[in-house]
C-alpha cells in the first residue's frame, strides 16, 4: 500500500507570511509529485507539479522536492487570504499495471488571517 | 482547451434507490478516466480508472460500478444505494501517457443518501 502522509493542521498563518506544507510518500520508486488546492466544497486544482530533485517556482509557490528523503513540500510566499484551502498532496505510481494513478494524502486545511 | 463536465451537480437519494452519474471531456482524445470519492472529512478514494473504452479497473470492492461507453464518457452507478455512499464524487482524466499523471477534476457531485 503506497502511503502519503501529510501535516493534518490546520495551519495558520498571518498575511504576508510563508506558508509551509509538507508531505511525506513511502513508494521510493516515485517519480511525479503534484500539488492540489481545494477550496470549500470545490473540486481539486492542480497548482504545481515537479519530477525533479530541487526546487520548482511559479509565482508565489515553490514546490520541493527531495526523493533521497522521500519529501514534498510547498511553499507559498506572501500568503493572501484568497489562499485559504485544502492543500492536497498527490505521489504518482510510475510503476507497473497501476501507471497512470494518483496517491493522495488527506490534505492539509491553511488559513490565512488578514 | 480541455473541459470536464458532472452531473448532476448535487443528489439527494433514498437508501436502497439506483444512481447514475455521469462524467464526459470536451478537447481530448482516449483519456484515462477515474472515479474518486471523497467522504467528510476524509481523503480522495479512488474507486474506479479507465484506460479505454470499456476497460475499467476496480480499487475497492463496494456496490458500485462504472462504465465506459464512449472514449470521453464515464458512468458511475449503482443498483441500491446505501447511506455509507454519500459524499463528494469526483471524476478526473489525464493525457495517457509515461509520467503523464497531471490529472484534471470535474465539478464534482455531492450525493446524500438518506
Known amino acids: 500500500q503506497k502511503e502519503v502522509e501529510q501535516n493534518s493542521g490546520p495551519l495558520s498563518v498571518p498575511e504576508g507570511a510563508i506558508a509551509s506544507l509538507n508531505c511525506t510518500y513511502s513508494?521510493?520508486?516515485?517519480?511525479?509529485f503534484f500539488w492540489y488546492r481545494q477550496y470549500s466544497g470545490k473540486s481539486p486544482e492542480l497548482i504545481m507539479f515537479?519530477?525533479?530533485?530541487g526546487d520548482k517556482e511559479d509565482g508565489r509557490f515553490t514546490a520541493q522536492l527531495n526523493k533521497a528523503s522521500q519529501y514534498v513540500s510547498l511553499l507559498i510566499r506572501d500568503s493572501q487570504p484568497s489562499d485559504s484551502a485544502t492543500y492536497l498532496c498527490?505521489?504518482?505510481?510510475?510503476?507497473?499495471?497501476?501507471?497512470?494513478?494518483?496517491?493522495f494524502g488527506r490534505g492539509t486545511q491553511l488559513t490565512v488571517w488578514p | 482547451s480541455q473541459t470536464i463536465h458532472q452531473w448532476p451537480a448535487t443528489l439527494v437519494q433514498p437508501v436502497g434507490s439506483p444512481l447514475s452519474l455521469e462524467c464526459t471531456v470536451e478537447?481530448?482524445?482516449?483519456?484515462?478516466l477515474y472515479w474518486y470519492r471523497q467522504a467528510a472529512g476524509r481523503g480522495l478514494q479512488l474507486l474506479f480508472y479507465?484506460?479505454?473504452?470499456?476497460?475499467i479497473s476496480s480499487e475497492v470492492p463496494q456496490n458500485l460500478s462504472a462504465s465506459r461507453p464512449q472514449d470521453r464518457q464515464f458512468i458511475l452507478s449503482s443498483k441500491k444505494l446505501l447511506l455509507s455512499d454519500s459524499g463528494f464524487y469526483l471524476c478526473?482524466?489525464?493525457?495517457?501517457?509515461?509520467?503523464?499523471?497531471?490529472?484534471?477534476f470535474g465539478p464534482g457531485t455531492r450525493l446524500t443518501v438518506l
Open positions: 479507465s484506460v479505454g473504452i470499456g476497460q
Open positions: 513508494d521510493r520508486g516515485s517519480q511525479s
Open positions: 515537479i519530477y525533479s530533485n
Open positions: 478537447g481530448t482524445s482516449n483519456p484515462n
Open positions: 478526473a482524466w489525464s493525457v495517457q501517457g509515461l509520467l503523464s499523471n497531471e490529472q484534471f
Open positions: 498527490a505521489v504518482g505510481a510510475d510503476r507497473g499495471s497501476t501507471l497512470g494513478r494518483l496517491y
